[in-house]
Each structure stands twice: as C-alpha cells, then as structure tokens.
C-alpha cells in the first residue's frame, strides 16, 4: 500500500487492517523480501502507537501492517515519561508520521496493579513496578471519585489522561495537532474479539 499523508488517511488504514484481522482476512501487506530490502536505508511510517507492552499487543499483527508501517514504542501500562515522548517527537518531527495512535486493552495487568495498590493490595515488590503503579494512582482515584472504578472505566480515562499528559508536555506534537498535520486517537484493545475501539480523538480524523 501507498503510505498514508493525512491523519485521515492514516487512522483508514488503521481501522481497515483491524478490520481484516478481526474478519481473518490479513492481506500481510509489506513483510516480504523486497519490503526488507527496500526500506534497509531508511524508514517513513505512516503512524506511531504507543501501547501497552503486554505479548497480547503484537501492533503490526492485530493491524495487519508490515516492516515499516508502524513506529511502536511500548510500555506496561502505556506509561508516558520523557523517554516515550522523546521517541514520540521524533516520530513527528523526523519522521514525519500523521498519526500518533495511544493503545491500551482489557484488563491490563498495570492497570490492575494500580487498583489494587489503591485498594492497600498491591503484592508485587519490584521498586520499578512501583513507579508504574505510581503513575497510573492518580487516574485510579480520579474514577474512583466520579463513581467509575471498574478497570474497564479507568483503563479508559488512563488512554484520556494520558492523551492530554502528551500533549500538554509537548510543543513539537500540540504544535503538529494544531496545525492539523497530526492526529492523536487514543482507543482500547478487546482482547477476544481483537477489536480497536476509539475513545477519544485530538485533532481530526475526519
């Protein structure tokens, strides 16, 4: 497929290959010799994902996508911090991609640890786990407050705050959305039926 120039035209190509993964259709489209070979001296993605890095969210499988296709940066909880942004603006500023897409999914082990620790029930002793449950706390209590704290409610105003966080943090990427060169779709992953369901959107897509 010819790369996608608009948000528009990116977030189409995203939902069409989940479509075709939902419906086993996968056309497994850039992931041949050629592909490899022709894309070994630079590389031009049509979108960024930032997602969750649990094994269940292989982003070039669930968007039937190929070498290439996707700039993914990953981490439990889709957790942002000066490292993901740093990857995201050179996602934007080098490389030019339309879209920045933030992905989480049902129940998220990270989102879960957070629960819990919110709850005085947290059992994991890692230090660095802590530091994700710490900044994923402060969403937990945000549901809890306005009656929603099931993990379904918070794992989506997780993929909300997060959203604003880049945004608010980053001028090359409030900049590139402004100027209605980038997009931002937040959306949730359903883990049996494979589907990639948007909850927000900043900028257009349209």
């Given at each position: 497929?010819?790369r996608?120039q608009?948000?528009s ?12 993964f939902?419906?086993?259709d996968r ?6 010799v050629?592909?490899?070979?022709s894309?070994a ?6 979108a ?5 890095a649990d094994?269940r969210?292989s ?11 996707l700039?993914v ?8 911090s000066?490292t993901?942004?740093?990857s995201l603006?050179?996602a ?13 999914h ?5 989102v ?15 230090v ?5 449950v ?14 929603t704290?099931?993990?379904e ?15 608010t ?8 959305v ?5 997009a ?8 049996v039926a ?8 900043v900028?257009?897509?349209?």
């Open positions: 497929m010819s996608p608009t948000p035209q990116a977030w189409n190509a995203m939902v069409a290959g989940n479509a075709r939902v419906n086993d056309a497994h489209p850039n992931q041949d050629d592909r490899r070979e894309i001296q630079g590389q031009a993605p049509f960024a994902l930032f997602g969750c094994s969210l982003a070039e499988i669930i968007f039937d996508v190929g070498l290439g296709d700039f940066v990953r981490n439990a909880g889709q957790v942002n000066e993901i942004l740093g603006e050179y934007v500023e080098v490389l030019r991609v339309p879209l920045i897409l933030v992905l989480g049902d129940e998220c082990g990270a879960k640890a957070a629960i819990d620790f919110t709850d005085g029930n947290l059992a994991a002793k890692g660095y786990i802590q530091h994700i710490d900044a994923i706390a402060p969403t937990v209590l945000e549901a809890k407050a306005a009656g704290p099931r993990i409610n918070v794992t989506a105003l997780h993929i909300k705050d997060t959203i604003d966080d880049i945004i943090k980053s001028k090359v990427i409030a900049d590139a402004a100027a209605g060169k980038l931002v779709v937040g959306a949730n992953y359903r883990l494979g589907e990639v369901q948007p909850i927000t959107v900028g257009s897509v349209d």
